[in-house]
C-alpha cells in the first residue's frame, strides 16, 4: 500500500457554485488503478464525488477522464504510474510528492464532477457520421459473407469503445467545436473501409464536403496519444483524405489540393517554402497565377484577422519567408535526402495498424 493524494476539479451545479478542486488521501496498492483511488474517495470521504464508470477493465468505455492533463481511461491508468508522471510533471523539485490532478473530460460540458454530457458533442457526431452499413440490392437470406482479408483495414477502427478520450483531447475541436471530430471520422472510416457498404463515394463527398470535416483536422497526434485502445483516430482521418483522393473528390475548402501542395513542395525542394504555399494550392503548376475559389477567398479574407492576431502575439513569424527566393535552401546533401525519403515512401507504402504492420507486397 501506498499513500496518494488525488486532487479532484468538482463541480456540483446544485450548489450554484463554480467548479473548485478538492484534495484526497486514498491508500492503495501502485498496481490499482487511478478509478480505484477515486472510489475509495467517494466511499470513505464524500458520497457525491461523482465518476461514470463500469465494467473497470477498460472495456466499456464509461470512465473517461483527464489525468495529469492527459486524457484517458480512470480504470487503465495505474495510480502509481499516475503518480511517477504527476511527480515528472511537477516544477522546481518540490520536496513532497506531487499530487495526482484529475479532471472531467475535455470538449465537452460538465454535468457534475467527472461525468460529461456526452451527448451534445460525441453521440450527436457519432450520428452525424451514418453508423450504419448502406448495402445495395437485396439482403442475403443470411449472413453477409466477406473474405476475412477485406476486413482487416477496418479491424483498427472497430476497436473503438467510444470512451471520448480522442474527442476530450483533441486540439482542432478546442478551436472548432463544430468539427466532426476524431471518434467519428474513426467510426466513418470503419464504414468507408467495409466492403459490404454501397455508399461509400457519397460518404466521402460529405465528409470532404462538409467544412468542419475530414480538412478540418490539424495532425496534432493528440488523439493518437490518448486513445487507450490503438485506435489512432488521426490514421483514420488520414485514411480517408486518402480514399477522397483516390476518388477525385475536390472539396470546397481546397483542403485536398493545400495537403496536395504540401507534399508536392516538399518533394521538389527538400523544404517548406511558403512562398509557393498559396500558389500551389490555389493553382497547381500555373506559376503565377491564382485561382481561387469564391469560397477559398471568403475562408482567406476571414482568416485575416487570425493573421494579425498571430503576428501581434508573436506566434506568426515567418512573413519575410513568404517573399519568393528568401526561403533559405537545405545545407549540403540533406536535399537528396529528403527527396530519398520521399521516394522511399512513394514505393513503399507503410500501413501501421493493431494488425498490419509492414509494407505492401511483403509475403507475410
Ligand atoms: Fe469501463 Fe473504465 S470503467 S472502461
Known sequence: MADYTIKVRRFQPESGEGAYWEEFKVDL???????DGILQAKDRDDGSLSVRCSCR???????????NGQSGLGCKTQVGEAQEMANK????????????????MGNMPVIKDLITDMESTHWTKIRRVTPWLLPHGEAPEREYVVEPESMIDITQSMACIQCG????????????????????????YRFVGDPRDAETVERLHDLAGDPHGIYDCTHC????????KGVAPMDQIMRLRRRAGEEGIHDPNNGHNHEAAFVKIIEKKGTLDESLLLQESFAPGVKGKLKPTRGAIKGLLGSIPTAIRGIRSGKMRS????????????????????KAIYAHAEAHREEFNLYIKGEEGDDE
Open 319 to 338: 512573413i519575410p519567408k513568404l517573399i519568393p527566393g528568401v526561403h533559405p535552401k537545405l545545407p549540403g546533401g540533406a536535399q537528396d535526402e529528403v
Open 221 to 228: 497526434f493528440s488523439c493518437i496519444d490518448a486513445c487507450p
Open 89 to 104: 510533471f511537477a516544477q522546481g523539485g518540490a520536496e513532497e510528492a506531487a499530487h495526482i490532478v484529475i479532471e472531467p
Open 165 to 188: 478520450a480522442c474527442v476530450s483531447s483533441c486540439l482542432s475541436m478546442e478551436a472548432d467545436p463544430d468539427f466532426i471530430g476524431p471518434a467519428a471520422l474513426a467510426k466513418a
Open 57 to 67: 477493465a477498460a472495456i466499456c468505455g464509461s470512465c473517461g477522464m483527464k489525468i
Open 29 to 35: 496498492d501502485p498496481s490499482l488503478s487511478v478509478l
